[in-house]
């Protein structure tokens, strides 16, 4: 009797694992869903911001990293030096109070309204 339990135990090989390649199908869906979610959208926000950070130019009103509003009066390129580009920027009109910032510390960029309203 207990040879009998030892062989219906043991199974007769019918009992098999999952087939090959499937015990990293985990990993690999979470190495997509880490893509899909996480790093494509930080490459398209990157992206946008360089756009927008590349179009500010004379006029244009600017929110420096989030607390200072002011208008560009001056576009300063950056050199083999300095390589960062600055504008200065008017805070003030009654006191013709400028500030000079990095052009990466803009957060967002409102453009100048065109004299025709478009």
Do not use: H
Request: positive net charge.
């Amino acid at each position: 009797m207990l040879a009998l339990l030892t062989l219906l135990a043991q199974g007769d090989g019918a009992a098999k694992g999952p087939p090959p390649g499937m015990d990293m199908l985990p990993l690999l869906l979470i190495g997509a869903s880490f893509l899909i979610f996480i790093i494509l959208p930080m490459r398209r926000d990157k992206k946008q911001r360089q756009q927008m950070l590349s179009i500010v130019d004379k006029g244009d009103r600017v929110i420096v990293s989030g607390a200072i509003i002011g208008t560009v009066v001056q576009v300063d390129k950056g050199d083999e030096k300095d390589p960062d580009d600055k504008l200065v920027i008017k805070i003030d009109e009654n006191a013709n109070t400028k500030m000079r910032v990095l052009r990466s510390s803009i957060t967002r960029v409102y453009k100048k309204e065109s004299k025709d309203g478009s």
